[in-house]
T-cell receptor, first 118, second 112 residues
Framework: GAVVSQHPSWVICKSGTSVKIECRSL??????MFWYRQFPKQSLMLMATSNEGSKATYEQGVEKDKFLINHASLTLSTLTVTSAHPEDSSFYIC??????????????FGPGTRLLVL | GQQLNQSPQSMFIQEGEDVSMNCTSSSIFNTWLWYKQDPGEGPVLLIALYKAGELTSNGRLTAQFGITRKDSFLNISASIPSDVGIYFCAGQFMNAGNMLTFGGGTRLMVKP
């Protein structure tokens, strides 16, 4: 149980284009999903918290107009990198927290999406 | 977000040796978590700790939630080559929207 998928697993795009990444919780409902970015040999850095049916909460320094997040259902959140530039190349990982009525439930991570912007 | 202090940053050990890594924080947490990340993959949860002082095992892995709620350690006994990867600690505080604060990671390399 508690499986999270991401699609695509990797993507290469030209500078200036937009890229959409999907995060799905396969066997549970997630009112909250999280988006992280990880640069090589570094830890995971939280970008934003995605809440189903409401606007995402972005961490300081993360441009909300550049990284569009939509949490349309209890099992799907999408991250769109708009007008991508080479510095946006990174490993993007989502996580989902099952809602069981217990705020102590932990997060389960997707396999990540590697983005390379040329 | 703020990172936890995780040490060591890397370890290169012989197969069969025991491994110990730890995390410390200036903030208290309600939950401590330990994840393992293989190259090109997302983190996989190894052990979750929910109470101060709690000691939990998962096979050859043992982790403890520090009494002060500001630290945790992870031990791996009798390491094997497949233990290679990056281990991350993470702290979770309920009143912070359940966001995770990650340590910098410990890169483990095991020599057969």
């Amino acid at each position: 149980g508690a499986v999270v998928s991401q699609h695509p697993s990797w993507v290469i795009c030209k500078s200036g284009t937009s890229v959409k990444i999907e995060c799905r919780s396969l066997d549970f409902q997630a009112t909250t999903m999280f988006w992280y970015r990880q640069f090589p040999k570094q830890s995971l850095m939280l970008m934003a918290t995605s809440n189903e049916g409401s606007k995402a909460t972005y961490e300081q320094g993360v441009e909300k107009d550049k990284f569009l997040i939509n949490h349309a259902s209890l099992t799907l959140s999408t991250l769109t990198v708009t007008s991508a530039h080479p510095e946006d190349s990174s490993f993007y990982i989502c996580s989902a927290r099952p809602w069981t009525g217990d705020w102590g439930e932990t997060q389960y991570f997707g396999p990540g999406t590697r983005l390379l912007v040329l | 977000g703020q990172q936890l202090n995780q040490s060591p940053q890397s370890m290169f050990i012989q197969e069969g040796e025991d491994v110990s890594m730890n995390c410390t924080s200036s903030s208290i947490f309600n939950t401590w978590l330990w994840y393992k990340q293989d190259p090109g993959e997302g983190p996989v949860l190894l052990i979750a700790l929910y109470k101060a002082g709690e000691l939990t095992s998962n096979g050859r892995l043992t982790a403890q939630f520090g009494i002060t709620r500001k630290d945790s350690f992870l031990n791996i006994s009798a390491s094997i080559p497949s233990d290679v990867g990056i281990y991350f600690c993470a702290g979770q505080f309920m009143n912070a929207g359940n966001m995770l604060t990650f340590g910098g990671g410990t890169r483990l390399m095991v020599k057969p």
